[in-house]
C-alpha cells in the first residue's frame, strides 16, 4: 500500500520561508508527475506546483518566483521550498503522486494527510 507522508509546515510570519517535504513508502513500480496542492479555509482544493518523473515544472501563477518544487527519485520524496510567504499562502497543503503499484497496472493517484501553512501578516 503507498502512503506519503508529509513534513514542514507551522507557523510563519509573512516573508519567511518553510520547506514542505513528502515522501512515498511501499510498493511502488513507477511514480510519475508529483505535486502539491493546497486548501485555503473555506475554497476548494488548488494545484500549487507539480513536477514530471523528467523534472519539467509547472506553477500557479500567485506562487511563481517564490515557490520551487524538487523531487529526490532515489528516495521517492517531493520538495517544496517556499519563499517570501504571503498571509493569502494560509492552507492545508497536501501531497500527490501518479503511481503504478504493478509494469501494467492502472497508474492511480496518491495523497498525503495533509500539512499546515501558516503565514501571519
Known amino acids: 500500500q503507498v502512503q506519503l507522508m508529509e513534513s514542514g509546515g507551522g507557523l510563519v510570519q509573512a516573508g519567511g520561508s518553510l520547506r514542505l517535504s513528502c515522501a512515498a513508502s511501499g510498493s511502488m513500480f513507477s511514480i510519475g508527475e508529483m505535486g502539491w496542492y493546497r486548501q485555503p479555509p473555506g475554497k476548494q482544493r488548488e494545484l500549487v506546483a507539480a513536477?514530471?518523473?523528467?523534472?519539467?515544472?509547472n506553477y500557479q501563477d500567485s506562487v511563481k518566483g517564490r515557490f520551487t518544487i524538487s523531487r529526490d527519485n532515489a528516495k521517492n520524496t517531493v520538495y517544496l521550498q517556499m519563499n517570501s510567504l504571503k498571509p493569502e499562502d494560509t492552507a492545508v497543503y497536501y501531497c500527490?503522486?501518479?503511481?503504478?503499484?504493478?509494469?501494467?497496472?492502472?497508474?492511480?493517484?496518491?495523497w498525503g494527510q495533509g500539512t499546515q501553512v501558516t503565514v501571519s501578516s
Open positions: 513536477i514530471s518523473s523528467s523534472g519539467s515544472t
Open positions: 500527490n503522486l501518479n503511481a503504478r503499484v504493478t509494469p501494467l497496472g492502472p497508474r492511480r493517484a496518491y
